[in-house]
């Protein structure tokens, strides 16, 4: 902590135009956004910096949201800040905890709509699955989250204000004076929840260059996984501005097969994608991409479709994650059985890659792979079948 700044003659100045409709939220606004905002309240240019940094680290790395409790800020600047801005977070609407530990939180946020975010412990890290949309616009046909139809897309303050809830409910904010705790209970971030992040980019860039920031979250851009099922104009653009490691939905061997399973495929095809994965510039034996694969009986699980996809990826640094389907109520699907399952493979991790099977967590919540899909959507749809 550092001593409260005195006040000095010009601590405030006028304020300039602030967007109009209430306190400006803090949360997920970038640096440079955040410089901006607090100029327009009032903060002289020259000082602007230093408090960008001070309010930073009081929000993102010690948790605080009450600028009360800023106390290396003058009296009147806490008064300013707490006249034009708040630092809030979605609202936890439901925390279900399932018998493997795994949690999944329904969270509302602006107009009452409702995402979710499930945090998977694992022995020495713990994986935090976030939305990016409510609901989907790509309806891929194995997904629940897909038969929810795109509601609007996830404010880059939603996409950080999901972090932040896990790492609340965690008690992972740092109390100071206390020793430093090197563990860190969320380690990882995945872009994997409700919606496809590349349809959204700019929130999403916004969101993680905030959750990387080395005086806040903190995150490594290694640490963060973004999943998209083929967005290719964007594939690019996301090692460029983001950085983060990249996985993509692939789930078919054939263009046939791929079109009903992921339909973007219809505007995209494997050949594109694939052009696409291999100019991607961090490629690299350390920095793989990784292909995620669902298992459908009877769909894409055969010794053929797994020669197949080993063909198509030779030459781009890969491993496969092998995602056994997670059912939901109505799917048309079934999931592989284990033996095939481990048949594919041996043949993917002979031909060279890792294949990992994807262990399936809080399913019992429905928190696993392809479940996410809001409480209330449900419940909406029940009652209008109940009630036609």
Partial sequence: MTPEAPIT???LTLPRKLPEGGPVNLIGLTREQLRDALIAAGTPDRQ?????????????????????QMTNLAKDYRALLAAHFTVALPEVVTRQVSADGTR??????????????VYIPEENRGTLCIS????CTLTCSFCHTGTQKLVRNLTAGEIVGQVMVARD??????????????????????LMGMGE??????????AMRVVMDGEGISLSRRRITLSTSGVVPEIARTAEEIGCLLAVSF????DEVRDRLVPINKRWNIETLLTALRDYPRLSNSERITFEYVMLKGVNDSDADARRLVKLIAGIPAKINLIPFNEW??????????????AFADIVYKAGYASPIRTPRGEDIMAACGQLKSATERARREKVALNP
């Fill in 197 to 206: 992040p590349l349809y959204n980019f700019e929130n999403v860039r916004d």
């Fill in 169 to 190: 409910d965690l008690g992972e904010w740092p109390v100071p004076g206390a020793p430093k705790e090197e563990t860190r209970l969320v380690s990882n971030v995945v």
């Fill in 48 to 68: 602007a910096k230093m408090r960008v940094g001070q309010i930073w680290q009081w929000i993102y790395h010690w948790g605080v949201r009450d600028f009360a």
């Fill in 251 to 254: 789930h078919a061997t054939t």
């Fill in 329 to 342: 109520p109505g799917s048309p699907y079934e999931r592989s059985d284990w033996e095939r399952i481990e």
């Fill in 104 to 117: 999944k939180y329904l969270l509302r946020i602006a107009g009452g709509h409702e995402v979710e975010t």
């Fill in 132 to 135: 990016s949309q409510v609901g």
């Fill in 9 to 11: 003659q010009d601590v």
